[in-house]
């Protein structure tokens, strides 16, 4: 499977932005999908994923502010990203593997758990 993220930008504190994470390929909706990102001099870490019945799980950081959900008739994870700060400016990536779970199992924050990766998408947040 091939990822495509979009819907990066430039936004102001308090801003919105949502995310895309369009997949190409056959069964995506039998695939968990992640969103990650990486700061500058940090480490990439979780931000939100979804697993392919839709059982989701958020980082500390973002709960109550971002939203992960699916649309598998097009193929297309998104990110809904509310109260945006200065501290959630980073690359954003998305991440998929085929997700062998049973309903209602959250999905893994270990990035080491996907094996297909989109390229990033920036997301600067201005003070």
């Known amino acids: 499977v091939q990822l495509q993220a979009s819907g990066g930008g430039y936004v102001q504190t308090g801003g919105s932005l949502r995310l895309s994470c369009a997949a190409s390929?056959?069964?995506?909706?039998?695939?968990?999908v992640g969103w990650f990102r990486q700061a500058p001099g940090k480490e990439r870490e979780i931000v939100a994923a979804?697993?392919?019945?839709?059982?989701?799980t958020y980082s500390a950081s973002v709960k109550g502010r971002f939203s992960i959900d699916r649309d598998n008739a097009k193929n297309t994870v998104y990110l809904q990203m509310n109260g945006l700060r200065p501290e959630d400016t980073a690359v954003y990536y998305c991440?998929?593997?085929?997700?062998?779970?049973?309903?209602?199992?959250?999905?893994?924050?270990?990035?080491?758990?996907?094996?297909?990766w989109g390229q990033g998408t920036e997301v600067t947040v201005s003070s």
């Open positions: 991440a998929a593997f085929r997700d062998y779970s049973g309903p209602s199992t959250a999905p893994p924050g270990g990035a080491g758990a996907y094996d297909y």
């Open positions: 390929g056959r069964l995506f909706s039998s695939y968990a």
């Open positions: 979804i697993s392919w019945c839709g059982s989701n």
